[in-house]
């Protein structure tokens, strides 16, 4: 299995978004939300229009069965909405071009972010990727570990830290600081 990492740097960040923009609409709405909202690619694809307008968001895990509530966020939404306004009522967020309203599969979604990735020079990426980003950022915009486990569904704070590559930084501040020479 492949470890896929968040995308600490801003600039990256950025550089994926202007890719990705230059594409497809689709494309570039769903980097934007993915990292902005934390859920795991089987939920967020399974996002509709309508639910973009709601204050907050209720889905149900596929993974876990558990009921989550979110919202997105004020700044992010002035490029979502305009999108959302195009598409139809009852209309998947990420429809495919294939069949009659279908959100694209995940090796889509893997295919989508890997070819802007290799632009970038990025390893590591995966669809899981755009959840670890909001992780990681999240924890250092706030540090609030407990918080960020609760909206991830996770068993502990550790779990939560080594899912979003902090555990990872630690180690790898900690081997630089080791001089033996």
């Known amino acids: 299995m492949n470890v896929v990492q ?10 994926m978004y202007e890719i990705l923009r230059a594409k497809r609409e689709r494309d570039i709405i769903f980097f934007l939300l993915g990292i902005t909202v934390g859920l795991r690619i089987s939920d967020l694809l399974t996002l509709k229009k309508e639910d973009l307008y709601k204050p907050h968001i209720t889905i149900v895990e596929q993974k876990t069965g558990k009921t989550k509530r979110f919202k997105i966020s004020g700044y992010i939404k002035k490029y979502i909405i305009p999108y959302a306004d ?12 294939e069949g009659k309203n279908k959100p694209i599969h995940r090796c889509t979604a893997y ?7 290799k632009k970038c020079h990025l390893q590591e990426i995966g669809t899981h990727t755009l959840r670890k980003t909001f992780g990681y950022h999240f924890y250092q915009a706030n540090h ?5 486990q ?14 979003i590559g902090i555990t990872q930084d630690s180690i790898d501040k900690a081997v630089d600081k080791v001089k033996l020479i």
């Open 111 to 117: 295919k989508i972010l890997n070819t802007a990735a």
């Open 6 to 15: 968040p995308i600490r740097d801003q600039t990256k960040i950025n550089k």
């Open 144 to 148: 609030d570990v407990v918080m960020l």
């Open 86 to 97: 195009s598409l139809k009522e009852g209309e998947y967020l990420f429809k495919s071009r």
């Open 150 to 163: 609760e909206l991830f569904n996770h068993s502990t704070p550790e779990v939560t830290l080594r899912y």
